[in-house]
C-alpha cells in the first residue's frame, strides 16, 4: 500500500536534516504502529506524506500503490486516498464544519471523476457516523474545529476519515488530550474502518491507545529514522522500560 | 468642548476645479421646497470647494474620477436580480429615473423625489438635504452636496408601520452619470428593510438620509453588481432618536472605485446602530469605506464591521471614527477593519480613530491586514479541497463575521449564495 524508501527531509527555512534515511513498507490492511520520543520527526513525516510546504525532500521516495506521493498536491494525495489526522487540528471560523465536510467529500470525487454525493445521502452518512462518534447536531452546525474541547477535535478527525473512506490513513498522536473514555470512542471509530483494503499508520507516544486499536507491527522511530521494528509487544517493552534500553541497543 | 475648526483657505486649484463644476449646476430658481434645498447645497458646494488628493480625508483615495467633468466609464449595466427571490416590493430606477408604478401599502408612503419636488411643501422638507447638511459639521463632504443638488430624482419613503416586506431598489443604466437622491423617514416604532442592488451608472452618485425616530428600525442591505469598470461614491446621513435601530450592510464584489461614506447621529437614549461591510477586490479596484458615529446620548450601541479580501493589486480603505460627546456616557462602541491579502501586490489602509469625551464608556478598535493562514489551508487541501476553493472558503471564514452583522437569517443566506457564487465564478 504505502512504500517509503530512504526518505531524507529538511527543513526549507534552515539548513536541518529532520528525516534522514526513513523506510517503511506497510501492506493492505495492516495496522502500523510508529513510537518514538518528542522530536525524533514523526509529525514531520506525516506531514510530508500528506504534501504540506517548508519541507525539502532531498532523497528517497514515497509510494501510494505505485503512485508517487511526493510530486502530487496535498488535494490530489487525497483523492488517491492519503488522509492524516492531525495532531493539531486547525479552526476554520466561519465555516460549518457541514459545509467543509461536504465540500470535502464531494471536490474529492469530483478529483477522482465521479459524481457528486446526493445531500440527502450526504445528510444521512453524517448522521450515522456522528451519532457513532457522539458528535451531536450542534458540533455539526458550528464552525470547523472552534470552540471544541480538545476530544472533540479528535472525534470530529475520525468523522472526517469515516466519511471521507481514505484507503491510506495516518493518525498522528489521536490520542494526545483524550481522556480514556473519548480515546475509547476514537479507537472505536478507527476499528470500525478497519478493512482488508485499508491501511493504519498509527503514530503514538503511549501504548494505552494500542491497547484499543491492536496494531500488526510496532517500529520505534528515533532521530529521523526507524531504529527498531518488531510486533505489538514492542509497545509493551516501550512502556514498562522507556525508550532509554532500545536506543542504546541500536548505538 | 472646541471641535477643531475647519480649514478655511481652500487652494486656487480646489477653487477652479469648483466653480468649474458649478458652471455645470443649474441655479435652482425655481419657487418649490426641493430646489431651495438643492440651491442651498449648491452654496455648500461652493463654500467647501470640492475634493482634491491633497485634503485630508482624501488622502488614500483620490477623488479625480468623481470630480472629472466627464465619468471615465460609459457601459451599460443590466439590473441585478439577487434579491429576486426575496418576496420583496421592488422599484425600478433607469439611468437615475425612478420608472413604473410605487408600491404603496399601509404605513408604507413611496414617491419619487421627481413627483414630491413639483409640491410646494411636502414632508420631505424638513430631512432633504438636511441631514446631509448637518453631516457635513465635522468633516466636510462636498461630494453629499454635490449630489443633493444634482439629484432629480430618488424615492421619498414614509414609513408609519413596521414594514415586514423588504423595499427593493433595483438599478439599471445605459452607462453614463446618474445621481440619486432617497430620503427614508421612519416615524416612532415604524420598520423597513430596503434591498438595494446594481447600479444607477457607469459613474453613480447616490444620497440615502435615514431618519429614525422613536423605537423605530431601518434595516440597509446593498448588495453591488460585478462590474469592473464604474465608479460610485455613495453617502448613507442616519439620524437616530431613542431605542431607535439602525444596520446598513454592502456587499461589493467588485468594480474599479467606490468610496462609501457613512455618517451616523445617534442622538437618543439606547439606540443602536451597526455599519458593516465586504467587499472583493480583483486587480483594478479601489474600495473606500468612510464612517463616522457620533454618540450624542446615553446607553447606546455602534458597531463597524469592515471586511476587504484583495489581490491582483487591489487596494483597500478604511477611515471610521467614534465620536462620543462628553454627555454620552454607557456608550459602548466597536470598530473592526480587517483586510487579507491574497498576494504582495493588494493593499490596505486604513485610519481608525476614537475621539471621546465622555468618561463611562466601552469602546474598542482594531485594523488587521494579513495573509491567508497558511495552515488553514493546508488542512482543507489535505481533506481533498483543491487550493482556490480552499483559498475560497478561507474568504467566507475571512468575511463571516461581516456577514453575521445581517438580521435577518434569510436575507442573510442570499447574501451568501451571492458571494459563494460570484467566488467560483471568478476562479
Ligand atoms: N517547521 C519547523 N520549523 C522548525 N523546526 C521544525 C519544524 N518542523 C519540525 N521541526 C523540528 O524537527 C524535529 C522533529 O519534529 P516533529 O516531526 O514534530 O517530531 P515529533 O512529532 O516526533 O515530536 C524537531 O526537532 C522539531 O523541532
Ligand atoms: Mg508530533
Excluded at chain 1, 502530487?72 to 483523492?79: G, K, T, V, Y
Excluded at chain 2, 468649474?20 to 452654496?43: E, H, I, Y
Excluded at chain 2, 472605485?257 to 455618517?263: G, K, L, Q, S
Excluded at chain 2, 464612517?291 to 464591521?305: I, K, L
Aim: proline share 4%; hydrophobic share 45%.
Amino acid at each position: 500500500m504505502l512504500n517509503i524508501k530512504d526518505l531524507h527531509v529538511s527543513l526549507e527555512e534552515e539548513d536541518k536534516e529532520i528525516l534522514k534515511g526513513l523506510s517503511l513498507e506497510l501492506e493492505a490492511g495492516k495496522v502500523h504502529a510508529i513510537m518514538g520520543p518528542n522530536g525524533s520527526g514523526k509529525s514531520t513525516l506525516s506531514y510530508v506524506l500528506s504534501g504540506k510546504d517548508g519541507y525539502e525532500v532531498t532523497g528517497g521516495s514515497a509510494q501510494l500503490d505505485g503512485q508517487d506521493l511526493l510530486d502530487m498536491d496535498p488535494e490530489e494525495r487525497a483523492a488517491a486516498g492519503l488522509f492524516l489526522a492531525f495532531q493539531y487540528p486547525v479552526e476554520i471560523p466561519g465555516v460549518g464544519n457541514m459545509t467543509f465536510l461536504r465540500t470535502a467529500v464531494n471536490a474529492q470525487r469530483k478529483l477522482r471523476g465521479e459524481d457528486e454525493m446526493s445531500a440527502g445521502d450526504f445528510l444521512k452518512a453524517v448522521r450515522e457516523k456522528a451519532k457513532s462518534l457522539k458528535i451531536d447536531a450542534d458540533m455539526l452546525k458550528r464552525p470547523v474545529n472552534v470552540g471544541f474541547s480538545g476530544g472533540e477535535k479528535k472525534r470530529n478527525e475520525i468523522l472526517q476519515m469515516a466519511m471521507l473512506g481514505p484507503k491510506m490513513c495516518i493518525l498522528d498522536e489521536t490520542d494526545s488530550g483524550l481522556d480514556v473514555d473519548a480515546m475509547k470512542l476514537v479507537a472505536e471509530g478507527v476499528n470500525a474502518l478497519r478493512s482488508p483494503d485499508r491501511t493504519f499508520l498509527v503514530i503514538t507516544h503511549y501504548q494505552r491507545l494500542l491497547d484499543h486499536i491492536k496494531p500488526d507491527v510496532v517500529h520505534i522511530m528515533a532521530d529521523g529514522k526507524i531504529i527498531k521494528s518488531g510486533g505489538p509487544e514492542l509497545a509493551l517493552e516501550v512502556e514498562n522500560n522507556g525508550y532509554a534500553d532500545i536506543l542504546g541497543e541500536v548505538a | 468642548m472646541v471641535f477643531p475648526p475647519k480649514s478655511t483657505v481652500k487652494s486656487k486649484a480646489k477653487m477652479d476645479l469648483t466653480s468649474a463644476a458649478l458652471d455645470q449646476v443649474p441655479t435652482f430658481d425655481g419657487a418649490g421646497w426641493a430646489d431651495k434645498a438643492r440651491a442651498a447645497a449648491r452654496d455648500r458646494v461652493a463654500a467647501m470647494g470640492l475634493p482634491v488628493g491633497r485634503d485630508e480625508y482624501w488622502k488614500y483615495t483620490d477623488p479625480t474620477v468623481f470630480t472629472d467633468t466627464d465619468p471615465r466609464f460609459d457601459g451599460a449595466v443590466a439590473a441585478s436580480d439577487v434579491f429576486a427571490g426575496a418576496d420583496a416590493l421592488t422599484v425600478t430606477i433607469v439611468d437615475g429615473a425612478v420608472t413604473g408604478d410605487l408600491p404603496q401599502i399601509d404605513g408604507l408612503d413611496i414617491q419619487s423625489l421627481a413627483d414630491a419636488a413639483t409640491a410646494d411643501i411636502h414632508w420631505a422638507q424638513d430631512t432633504f438635504g438636511v441631514l446631509e447638511a448637518a453631516g457635513q459639521t465635522n468633516v466636510e463632504r462636498p461630494l453629499a452636496a454635490m449630489t443633493t443638488a444634482l439629484a432629480q430624482d430618488g424615492l421619498m419613503i414614509q414609513v408609519t408601520a413596521d414594514i415586514p416586506q423588504p423595499l427593493r431598489i433595483v438599478y439599471a443604466t445605459a452607462g453614463g452619470q446618474a445621481n440619486v437622491h432617497h430620503v427614508v423617514k421612519l416615524a416612532p416604532g415604524a420598520g423597513l428593510t430596503i434591498l438595494e442592488e446594481g447600479l444607477a451608472g457607469a459613474r453613480a452618485a447616490t444620497n440615502m438620509e435615514v431618519a429614525v425616530a422613536d423605537g423605530a428600525r431601518f434595516d440597509h442591505l446593498r448588495v453591488v453588481p460585478v462590474v469592473a469598470q464604474r465608479d460610485l461614491n455613495t453617502h448613507i446621513f442616519a439620524r437616530l432618536e431613542a431605542d431607535a435601530t439602525f444596520r446598513s450592510f454592502t456587499l461589493t464584489p467588485g468594480g474599479a472605485m467606490t468610496r462609501n461614506e457613512a455618517v451616523i447621529d445617534i442622538l437618543g437614549d439606547n439606540a443602536t446602530a451597526h455599519i458593516a461591510g465586504a467587499c472583493l477586490g480583483d486587480g483594478d479596484f479601489h474600495h473606500d469605506d468612510t464612517v463616522f458615529v457620533t454618540h450624542d446620548a446615553v446607553d447606546c450601541e455602534s458597531r463597524q464591521v469592515f471586511k476587504k479580501v484583495l489581490r491582483n493589486g487591489a487596494k483597500g480603505i478604511f477611515q471610521g471614527k467614534i465620536l462620543v460627546r462628553p454627555d454620552a456616557q454607557k456608550t459602548d462602541g466597536y470598530q473592526i477593519s480587517q483586510s487579507l491579502l491574497l498576494d504582495d501586490d493588494s493593499q490596505f489602509l486604513a485610519k481608525p480613530e476614537l475621539e471621546i469625551y465622555a468618561d463611562d464608556v466601552a469602546c474598542s478598535h482594531g485594523s488587521t491586514s494579513g495573509a491567508i493562514d497558511e495552515d488553514a489551508l493546508f488542512y482543507l487541501r489535505s481533506r481533498g479541497v483543491p487550493h482556490a476553493t480552499a483559498v475560497d472558503l478561507l474568504t467566507l471564514s475571512f468575511m463571516a463575521e461581516a456577514i453575521e452583522e445581517i438580521a435577518d437569517p434569510d436575507l442573510a443566506d442570499i447574501v451568501l449564495a451571492h458571494l459563494e457564487q460570484t467566488l467560483s465564478a471568478r476562479q
